[in-house]
């Protein structure tokens, strides 16, 4: 029985050592800053990338993953005899899913199923990881498709920035643009919703914002448990602790994850962005 190569894309942000555990092929985006190029998670760590950050004069920018290397990743496996699920970002923020299927059409009637998770980052991650899951118990591939269907519609993630400036460079906005030109303490609170970011809601302070992230975890589960909790961070590890801390206390959790976001959401949402991300488990 042909083997499921699992793929999805570097805006994951799972930690490494699940990555591997699941065997799970991360293909990059791209990082565009100045004249330099490079590809996300692989060229540049988060680290290194909001370092460079504070003293940029040229703000970077972002690309999909090239079909070349969509184009790669399938002929590896097809050659190895396996059949391969994508599960990927939103179509509707990136163009990534585009690229996954020019590169499906080099390949006339092969086993690749390409799935959109309709959101990003850890709420992506937990699709990938009930997936990968299902896959080590013998599902086949339509089956695995299936369970990353399911799962993406079991998902949520809610964040605050410390201002919308990223995400409106990056056209990644949504309805947060009604946010745009407020007063500078105001912090936004956004969601994945839909597949787009769309806005929540304003807060006054820093404090409240990460308190109000966890009441909105809170409704989005809505009692349902058990459930998988992640905080997601750009360069803000320690509130980021301590907002899965507070969470973990109030939400029945059978798997928490703290993960910084690649430089590529990095670029998008901002340093200070603090989120959580949740899959009801069904």
């Known amino acids: 029985m042909s083997k499921v190569a699992l793929i999805t894309d570097s805006t994951v942000n799972l930690p ?12 990059p985006q791209v990082l565009i800053w100045g004249k330099e190029t490079f590809e996300d998670g692989v060229d540049i760590q988060p680290g290194e990338f909001y370092e460079r950050l504070k003293n940029a004069k040229d703000m970077p920018s972002t690309s999909q993953v090239t079909p070349n290397s ?3 990743a399938y002929q590896n496996h097809l050659d190895q005899g396996d059949q391969i ?14 690229s996954a299927i020019q ?3 080099s390949f006339e ?10 959101t990003t980052s850890l709420a992506m991650g937990f699709v990938v990881l ?21 799962a993406s519609d079991r998902v949520g993630v809610v964040f605050a920035v410390d201002t919308l400036e990223f995400l409106h460079r990056g056209g990644r906005i949504g309805s947060g643009s009604r946010f745009l030109g407020t007063a500078l303490n105001i912090k936004p609170i956004l969601e994945v919703r839909g597949g787009r970011v769309e806005a929540v809601e304003r807060v006054r302070t820093r404090a409240k914002s990460l308190s109000r992230l966890i009441e909105l975890a809170e409704q989005g589960i809505n009692g349902r448990s058990p459930v998988r909790l992640a905080a ?33 959401i990095g670029t998008h949402a901002g340093p200070g962005t603090v989120g959580l991300a949740w899959m009801i488990e069904g």
């Open 16 to 27: 490494k050592d699940l990555v591997k555990k699941f065997s799970v092929e991360v293909v």
């Open 70 to 72: 969509f184009l790669k």
């Open 85 to 98: 699920l994508c599960v990927l970002i939103s179509e509707q923020l990136s163009g990534t899913i585009a």
């Open 103 to 105: 590169a499906k059409q």
């Open 109 to 118: 009637n092969a086993p690749i199923e390409i799935v959109d998770s309709r």
């Open 130 to 150: 009930k997936a990968a899951e299902a896959i080590q118990q013998g599902a086949n591939l339509q089956e695995a498709k299936e369970v990353a269907e399911r």
């Open 232 to 264: 997601l961070h750009a360069d803000a590890h320690d509130e980021a602790v301590e907002l899965l801390s507070q969470a973990s206390a109030r939400i029945d959790t059978v798997q928490t994850i703290l993960s910084e976001v690649s430089p590529v």
